[in-house]
């Protein structure tokens, strides 16, 4: 989920390659300043100003872009004050069972994306209990989510992984707050100049605050993953296949270009194929005799030690 997130976000400072402006210094710098600030804020303030220090790295950034004229204020009332979203806004739905397939396919890969950010939420809050039977609840809420959602016309509902990112940066876990939040974006959804205020948000200055943010959900990984003997035959070689399928079509980009469409939604999709592939590897190794490799490891460091 990072290194993906960290991937799509970093071009929203670069842009797209072959383009006017790919890889623009004053972007690249506005994105570099937004993440230093952020690590100033999170270092020498206290209290409650730290726990915001990623909010307020976005606004220290922004106000660098506006200075520099590379960011514009926008003619806020310029348009409804009030925009309310239009019930069923492309008529009446219908079923099409070809159309659905894709959706499926996508929902599924969700769903794999979900299970990796609840159980990574359930360890920050420190939450008891079984972590797996939250999953589904979480995805039944997605799902709800997206039906109400396709009433109005929207995508798909996921989870989002840059609240992760939030919660652990901030240490606020109540869900309480949560709740409060969701219904604040709302509010400022449905009043119109706010959200003309946000699109004005310089994308090398959300790049670099999503950057951060999404880099603190690999450390999460990396925390989750040290508590696991990775010198276990098994648990190596599950990572290791994990990370080589979901890595390859991130850091690859077309490396499925040429299988058939409804092949490359899955394959292309790092984070399904990093996901499935663990399941399956794991389920593989689970009832298989480790080989006795600790006596030997441990005669190594100590020979490499002496």
């Known amino acids: 989920v990072s290194v ?16 006017d402006g790919f890889a623009n210094p004053t972007n690249i710098g506005l994105a570099l300043a937004t993440i230093a600030l952020t690590v100033v804020f999170a270092r020498f303030l206290k209290g409650m100003w730290q726990r915001l220090a990623v909010m307020l790295g976005l606004v220290a950034g922004t106000l660098i872009a506006f200075v520099l004229g590379a960011a514009h ?3 806020l009332f310029d348009g409804p004050l009030v925009a309310v979203p239009q019930l069923l806004p492309f008529g009446m739905p219908r079923f099409d069972l070809l159309a659905a397939l894709p959706l499926i396919i996508f929902s599924v890969i969700s769903m794999a994306e979900a299970t990796g950010q609840t ?41 989002s992984g840059e609240n992760i990112g939030i919660v652990r940066a901030t240490g606020v876990k109540s869900r309480f707050v949560t709740a409060a939040a969701g219904a604040i974006l709302v509010l400022i959804a449905l009043f119109a100049p706010i959200s003309r205020l946000a699109s004005a948000l310089p994308g ?27 010198r276990a035959h098994g648990h190596m070689i599950t990572l290791a296949s994990a990370l080589a399928m979901g890595l390859l079509p991130i850091l690859v980009p077309g490396v499925y270009s040429e299988f058939p469409r409804w092949a490359q939604m899955i394959l292309g999709n790092g984070l399904a194929m990093g ?28 020979e490499a030690n002496q």
């Open 4 to 19: 993906n997130l960290v991937r799509i976000y970093g071009g929203t400072i670069t842009g797209r390659p072959g383009t």
């Open 73 to 75: 204020l926008p003619t």
């Open 119 to 159: 159980l990574a939420t359930v360890e920050i809050v420190g939450r008891k209990g079984d972590a797996q039977a939250i999953v589904p609840a979480t995805i039944r809420g997605d799902a709800v989510a997206s039906l109400v959602g396709g009433l109005f016309g929207t995508s798909l509902i996921i989870t």
């Open 204 to 230: 090398p200055v959300v790049g670099g605050t999503a950057v951060i943010v999404f880099a603190i959900i690999g450390v999460i990984g990396i925390d989750l993953l040290r508590r696991v003997d990775l």
């Open 275 to 302: 996901t499935i592939t663990a399941a399956v590897v794991n389920a593989l190794f689970m009832n298989a005799v480790e080989p006795d490799v600790g006596d030997d490891i441990v005669a190594a460091e100590l």
